[in-house]
């Protein structure tokens, strides 16, 4: 049976993948470069209702707010929005669309359905123009890692991309989640431009992820997850999902488990092959997609035709 209709039963597992991603894996599970100290047991069996609660109760979106060492002795309080990411939107929104990068999303004519959500999430340097028609054009909210903001290519500071959305950065720190290490070696120096771009634009809201809140989703994707996962943070798409579950009453996941139309051109918007994009090399992005496949509360044939998840937002789970 192939890996898309495995991914759609929830039955993969990394042997089944190709001999290339699966070196991948083992190298980075023996390189371990954030020094993952897993303490908790893998594989609870949680049901679905089960791993909601479990996810409501543990998932606290977690930003960057400049009161620790070293951010508060950099006077960081004055650069940070004033409104946490909790607190922006009080009531939350209604129903929220999740907008994958996938090449899959090519020819699916989902734009009108996406845009008729009442956020929407997209990520990193995914366009719209020129794709409205299966993407949409309606942005809400972007998650970008620390790449775009230092990478020239992507003109972070210019790029209307970046403007007029709430912007929310992250980069891998090290598991331990020291701030002083994490602030003096990050992967990619995003604290620079953030400084830059909160000065040129005080009044768009825009976060850092605290690397407890990428970790914390790492150690539910590990505690749920059979096989040792890769020791590297989950990709942007699942932590966006997480965030969108916190804020949303109800939550569309478009083209994370690939539809019918599933390929190996890594983004709609680039043309570049790599299966590892879709399954996973440095994150442990196949194991992220079990647990996501897990939770779908939506029906099989919008999975397969439109690669569509449903998920309730936290505030309809009911402890
Ligand atoms: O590649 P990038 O991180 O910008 O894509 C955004 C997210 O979309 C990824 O983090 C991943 O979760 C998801 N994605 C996917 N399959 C692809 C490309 C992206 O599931 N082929």
């Known amino acids: 049976k192939s890996i898309l209709y495995r991914l759609w039963k929830g039955d993969v597992s990394s042997k089944m993948l190709n001999p290339r991603l699966q070196k991948a894996m083992k190298d980075y599970l023996s390189t371990n470069k954030h020094g993952v100290r897993f303490r908790g047991k893998r594989n609870s069996k949680l049901s679905s209702e089960q791993l909601f609660c479990e996810l409501k109760a543990r998932v606290n979106i977690r930003t960057i707010d400049g009161k620790e060492a070293p ?62 028609k299966d993407v949409g054009n309606k942005t809400t909210m972007r998650i970008i890692n620390s790449q775009i903001l230092t990478n020239p290519n992507h003109h972070f500071i210019e790029n209307s991309l ?23 070696k990050p992967d990619y120096n995003l604290f620079t431009p953030y400084v830059q771009h909160r000065r040129k634009n005080p009044n768009q809201p825009f976060y850092i992820l605290h690397p407890k809140f990428i970790w914390q989703l790492w150690d539910i994707i590990q505690e749920n997850t059979k096989e040792k996962i890769q020791p590297n943070p989950p990709s942007s798409g699942f932590i966006g999902i997480l965030i969108m579950m916190s804020m949303c009453s109800e939550v569309h996941v478009y083209e994370y488990i690939p539809s019918v139309r599933q390929t190996d051109l890594c983004h709609y918007h680039e043309l570049y092959y790599d299966a590892a994009c879709t399954l996973g090399a440095y994150h442990p992005l196949l194991y992220e997609k079990l647990l996501v496949q897990r939770m779908n509360r939506g029906f099989q044939d919008d999975l397969y035709r439109k690669g569509k998840v449903i998920l309730p937002g936290f505030r309809n789970i009911v402890l």
């Open 71 to 132: 951010f508060s002795v950099l006077g960081w309080e004055k650069h940070v929005p004033q409104f946490s990411l909790n607190k922006l939107y009080p009531h939350g929104f209604g129903n929220c669309a999740v907008v994958m990068s996938a090449g899959a999303i090519l020819n699916s004519s989902l734009g009108d359905e996406i845009d008729s959500h009442d956020a929407v999430l997209r990520f990193n340097s995914a366009p719209t123009r020129g794709y409205e």
């Open 162 to 184: 970046y403007k007029d959305v709430i912007l929310v950065a992250w980069d891998p720190a090290p598991y331990s989640a020291n701030l002083n290490v994490w602030y003096k």
